[in-house]
């Protein structure tokens, strides 16, 4: 940091703490009968605010980014519904099987099966580049709370 003559302090470059998660860099969605299929991709970057100090110069994604990316991959492929977003309710299984490190890539194929009007059973298997499975994931969403505008 520097302090200038009028006391203005420039912030550092990266920030001091974690910034927003940005959790999946690309998607593709499928259809089949009623069964939503996701596919996301997420470039693990050890130079990423979030990383910073999590296993200094061996950067590890940590497992809740993992999730992150799940309910980021559900807003993007379900969208809002009547200014409704997708809330995770239920995590019911989770195994995080081989490290995702920097320079990594994770593939998360998702399977969306809908339960009810809002409701959606969702399993999910996290793959590395080299095609190391690294998580899987069970989990149950619903239409959520309002988000505001």
């Known amino acids: 940091m520097?302090?200038?003559?009028?006391?203005?302090?420039?912030?550092?470059?990266?920030?001091?703490?974690?910034?927003?998660l940005c959790a999946i860099d690309s998607w593709h969605t499928a259809r089949d009968g009623s069964v939503l299929k996701v596919t996301t991709r997420t470039r693990i970057r050890g130079e990423d605010p979030n990383l910073r100090g999590h296993f200094p110069g061996l950067?590890?994604?940590?497992?809740?980014?993992?999730?992150?990316a799940l309910c980021q991959a559900m807003t993007v492929a379900i969208g809002q519904n009547d200014g409704r977003?997708?809330?995770?309710?239920?995590?019911?299984?989770?195994r995080f099987l081989a490290p995702l490190l920097d320079g990594d890539d994770l593939t998360l194929v998702i399977t969306v099966t809908p339960r009810s009007e809002g409701e959606w059973d969702v399993a999910a298997s996290g793959m590395r580049a080299d095609g190391t499975i690294s998580a899987r994931l069970r989990a149950d969403f619903d239409s959520g709370e309002a988000v505001d505008a």
């Open 2 to 20: 520097t302090t200038t003559a009028t006391g203005v302090v420039t912030a550092p470059a990266v920030p001091a703490s974690a910034a927003p």
């Open 59 to 68: 950067a590890v994604f940590p497992g809740v980014f993992v999730i992150e």
């Open 85 to 94: 977003r997708p809330a995770l309710r239920t995590l019911r299984s989770v």
